[in-house]
């Protein structure tokens, strides 16, 4: 049996030297903290503070171009380039026409656009994200080649504003850039490049984006297509036919029977309220609720018995958005339909409708 | 709904004050600049819950209403303005992004008088402003 | 009296408590120390970006899923304030959980509700809806009355199932939001389509400033309870999130507020209604089904505030939250534990997983062990004085410096409290946090384990019947206020 040990200190030896040791660590660390949170605190102060200023002196002299070009330009400091570029930028955004032109002389004439240029180039991502949009708005086409480097870069907001800016200097040449990058760029959202190209223009971006959707194939293709919707009716229609005659792609027929407008095409899309994946069925009824007309209700009353809630339910929409379709008819439909689920979503539309007037 | 076109009221002093309802203050400067220049007096209202603390009190000769402000949709201030006696005739003109033309209709629908896209011709803005207040 | 082997044990237990702590501490310390590499540079981005608006119709619709139990006196405001947010296209189902108060009566008034012959179709389990209303004024807002079925998960499925939109948005009745709040939370799905459901950060309401459901000025609260969640949220929650998100492998997305695919959340059958921490639950089962099936899938978070809630102020409330947190953690791990060190798992397998249930759900059992046998060897003079201040100071010490990275990594991305005094405030509060609030907490911890081992004879039973998710018979616990920030994980 061991002996009774009462030892004096358990935790002599290593364990309290280690301990201590640790403790003063973690008592620099504290005061290294504590210095850095206060001195943070105060750096953003002063940032806040002397933004404010800049603000105060400078947003009303740019307010100016609205009606005139400023008579007298105070002197822009290199280091406050950056701040003249936040309240720049957001006058860009707002204004059209001559006030955006005497804003980018105002640019010129403090030789902003220079600076912008160089810092297009810099590895901050704040400095370079504002310099980009800058650029956008300068028009400056010598930066062209920067600009096509960094629509290329992985990360999502600068790639895209540069594509943005791209689109700005020249619609043409940036939206073949742009288009041809978008099977590449999965992460590029499609909401906000249909902004992008919308902003464009149908001229500029038609024959790209037709082309694009013509080569389109594999999981990017449903997003070039839905672009589609921005394009001239009959430039995009032909590529459209191809994909809804020929294509047995759900994603790709899916997104085809989203932006289809011409109705010329109207059989291709009838035809395809009888395929056997719903999602297409139920594009499909949706796009005869578009375009359709009286000689459609026989398509739409046949989906309503469809085996999937969706398309039963859009089914039901879209005989309601029919041209020739009035509240009388449609009650008389709830009641002549056979199928139980039918009539049932007919009676829920029905009940949308009226509360909706 | 078409634009409702209303005579401003001949109340003394608030005529010729305009209320800029918008949260970017450089924005704001522009306006005020734009508005002040052609003899306008303008009041600002940072956010909806200001501009709807101001229903309390005289209404101005015009309102210019972001659609996107911080915590207030812009329809709902509209739309409280209506049913504020004092100010359910005042004009309102909203702004609003291009990408969002869906919310002219709603605008239109909730009681504004005429609407406003951005970016936008300052000449275009003012002669709207003077069609209510001349 | 002391044998040599119990010396041994004791010795070999005190190196374990300090490597515990150092281990604990200095892990999330190294997490906070990376994270300052990217998410400055992300709020800042974000902050300054100027995407063009979304063009509309390319967003996709959400629907919102507001559950409520007896919630009559937050409901309109919590309703006016969604009607608001801006997004182009989403749907307001509030489903009433059988309310015996005037939440029905209440919501039928300031909305005008009638009756609607909606084709209900029940895919995922609860118990019957009675009758579902459609609002007059508002033709985005749905009513769904249902029967009480003991928790908000029953609520939840209701809510689902009624659903018209691709994606749902769970929500707490008392959740306040931002307009942009959807917006943020959708942008995942919109970058990467193999997304099925996103979180983001849920910030603590208490001495905010609330105008028509909007939070419109940020504050602090008065109430130390609620100031030392604050920053517990900082140290604890928040920042492990958006690690766990880097490596793929979040194991939580807040009941509070998070949007999920549709579909997936029909296919895998809904909420369950058997255990305490059904949003954890949900996630972790998400993971389960994609991993195991080898499936590309994607579970994100966003490092934006997106959503607020209150915390509790007094003791007793917050007390059982920790304990129910607890309890659900452990729940969690048992019903997932095929996911340890599962092959397929991944990350979060060999590292989520294991870390979860090591350091968070036994964790604060070697705490409070490692405390009491401290301040008893202490006290029975086993341990000299030396040693003890040493152990307290590493334990605490760290917890603190912990906490500072945190406000130092909150002030340097999104400066939510921008005024000298209330960094001072956060200063003291965090040292408040680690000497005494911490080790409360763990207390509490480890009663919730306890009530988990003793509950676990009758859970093991109902787990071995899989698939029946039937509501046991357990009352709906009625918080004060309501769950706050994301409970169980790291």
């Known amino acids: ?357 | 709904m078409e634009a409702v076109e209303q005579a401003p009221e001949q109340s003394d002093v608030a005529t010729r004050n305009v209320l800029v309802v918008e949260d970017n203050g450089i924005i704001v400067t522009l306006l005020r600049h734009l508005l002040e220049r052609r003899g306008y007096v303008v009041e600002t209202a940072v956010d909806g819950r200001e501009a709807l603390a101001r229903l309390q009190g005289e209404p101005p000769g015009l309102v210019l209403l972001d659609v996107m402000l911080p915590y207030t949709d812009g329809f709902e201030i509209i739309r409280q303005m209506r049913s504020t006696p004092s100010w359910s005739s005042v004009p309102v003109i909203m702004l609003t992004a291009k990408a969002q033309e869906r919310n002219v209709v709603r605008a239109l629908d909730a009681g504004a008088n005429d609407y406003v896209i951005k970016p936008f011709k300052p000449e275009e803005l003012a002669a709207r402003v003077r069609r209510f207040l001349p | 009296m002391l044998t040599g082997s119990a010396i041994l044990l004791f010795k070999a237990f005190q190196w374990l408590a300090l490597f515990f702590f150092i281990g604990l501490n200095g892990g999330y310390i190294l997490l906070n120390v990376l994270t300052f590499f990217t998410l400055p540079p992300y709020v800042r981005r974000r902050v300054l970006s100027d995407l063009p608006e979304p063009h509309s119709g390319f967003e996709p619709p959400v629907s919102l899923i507001l559950t409520a139990f007896n919630e009559e006196s937050v409901i309109v405001g919590s309703v006016r304030s969604l009607l608001q947010l801006d997004y182009p296209e989403y749907e307001i189902i509030v489903v009433n959980d059988g309310s015996t108060d005037r939440t029905l009566e209440v919501l039928s008034e300031e909305f005008d509700l009638v009756v609607f012959p909606e084709a209900f179709r029940p895919r995922v389990a609860h118990k019957p809806v009675r009758t579902i209303y459609q609002s007059r004024l508002y033709p985005e807002l749905r009513v769904v009355d249902k029967e009480n079925g003991g928790r908000k998960s029953d609520a939840a499925n209701a809510g689902i199932n009624a659903a018209r939109f691709p994606l749902v948005c769970p929500l707490d009745a008392d959740s306040v939001l931002q307009r942009d709040s959807i917006r943020l939370l959708v942008r995942p799905f919109l970058e990467d389509s193999r997304t099925v459901a996103t979180g983001g950060i849920v910030r603590i309401l208490n001495g905010c400033e609330v105008s028509g459901g909007f939070l419109t000025r940020v504050g602090m609260p008065r109430n130390p309870l609620a100031l030392v969640q604050i920053v517990e949220y900082l140290r604890a929650f928040l920042f492990g999130r958006i690690g766990w998100s880097a490596i793929d492998a979040l194991p939580l997305i807040s009941g509070a507020f998070g949007l999920f695919h549709k579909e997936t959340l029909v296919a895998l059958g809904g909420y369950r209604h058997d255990t305490l921490a059904e949003d954890m639950e949900l996630v972790l089962r998400i993971h389960r089904h994609f991993r195991l099936q080898g499936k590309p899938y994607r579970v994100t978070f966003v490092p934006d505030p997106v959503c607020w809630t209150e915390a509790p102020e007094d003791l007793r409330t917050l007390r059982n939250q920790r304990i129910r947190w607890h309890r659900g953690l452990l729940e969690c791990m048992s019903i997932h534990r095929e996911l340890i060190f599962h092959p397929k798992a991944r990350t979060l397998g060999w590292f989520t997983m294991p870390f979860l249930l090591v350091f968070e759900g036994i964790g604060p059992l070697v705490e409070v062990l490692g405390y009491g046998i401290m301040i008893l060897g202490f006290a029975l003079g086993l341990i000299s004085f030396s040693g003890f201040m040493a152990f307290m100071l590493v334990a605490l010490g760290l917890g603190i410096v912990l906490t500072l990275t945190s406000v130092l990594l909150e002030e340097a991305s999104y400066d939510t409290y921008p005024r000298v005094g209330q960094i001072l405030t956060l200063i003291l509060t965090a040292v408040a946090e680690n000497m005494g609030y911490r080790q409360l907490t763990a207390v509490w911890r480890v009663q919730g384990m306890w009530r988990w081992l003793r509950n676990a004879d009758s859970s093991w039973g109902k787990m071995a019947r899989t698939g029946t998710w039937q509501a046991a018979a357990v009352p709906r616990e009625r918080e004060q206020p309501a769950a706050a920030a994301p409970a169980k994980s790291a």
Request: aromatic share 6%.
């Open chain 1, 1 to 357: 049996m061991s002996s009774l040990i009462l030892p004096a200190d358990l935790t002599a030896g290593g364990f309290t030297d280690l301990a201590w040791g640790m403790v003063r660590v973690i008592a620099v660390l504290l005061a290294l903290l504590l210095a850095q949170i206060l001195g943070l605190r105060a750096l953003l102060a002063h940032r806040k503070r002397h933004q404010a200023r800049f603000r105060a002196v400078w947003a009303p002299l740019l307010a100016t171009v609205i009606d005139t070009y400023p008579p007298r330009l105070p002197r822009l400091p290199r280091r406050d380039v950056i701040s003249f570029l936040l309240i720049w930028n957001v006058f860009q955004e707002s204004l059209r026409d001559r006030s955006k032109e005497r804003l980018n002389r105002v640019a010129r004439r403090l030789h902003v656009n220079r600076v912008a240029a160089r810092l297009v180039r810099r590895r901050g991502v704040r400095d370079r994200l504002i310099a980009v949009t800058a650029i956008g708005h300068l028009g400056e086409a010598s930066v062209w080649p920067d600009l096509e480097r960094i629509a290329e870069f992985d990360e999502t907001v600068l790639s895209l504003s540069a594509a943005r800016a791209m689109l700005r200097i020249d619609a043409r040449r940036g939206a073949d850039r742009v288009i041809s990058l978008l099977a590449r760029r999965a992460d590029w959202p499609a909401a906000n490049l249909a902004t992008m190209l919308a902003e464009a223009g149908p001229d500029a971006i038609s024959d790209a984006l037709v082309h694009a959707a013509r080569l389109a194939d594999g999981p990017q293709a449903p997003r070039v297509i839905r672009l589609l919707e921005l394009v001239h009716v009959d430039a995009a229609s032909p590529v459209i036919r191809g994909i809804l005659e020929t294509s047995d792609d759900a994603e790709a027929v899916t997104a085809c029977l989203r932006v289809v407008q011409d109705p010329a095409l109207l059989d291709l899309v009838r035809r395809r309220t009888t395929d056997e994946r719903w999602q297409i069925r139920l594009q499909a009824v949706r796009a005869l609720g578009r375009m359709g007309s009286r000689s459609d209700e026989w398509y739409l009353i046949r989906a309503l018995e469809d085996a999937n809630w969706w398309v039963r339910y859009r089914a039901a929409r879209a005989l309601a958005q029919l041209p020739a379709m009035d509240a009388q008819r449609l009650h008389r439909l709830s009641h002549t339909v056979d199928d139980r689920y039918g009539r049932d979503m007919l009676r829920q539309v029905i009940a949308e409708q009226e509360i909706a007037c």
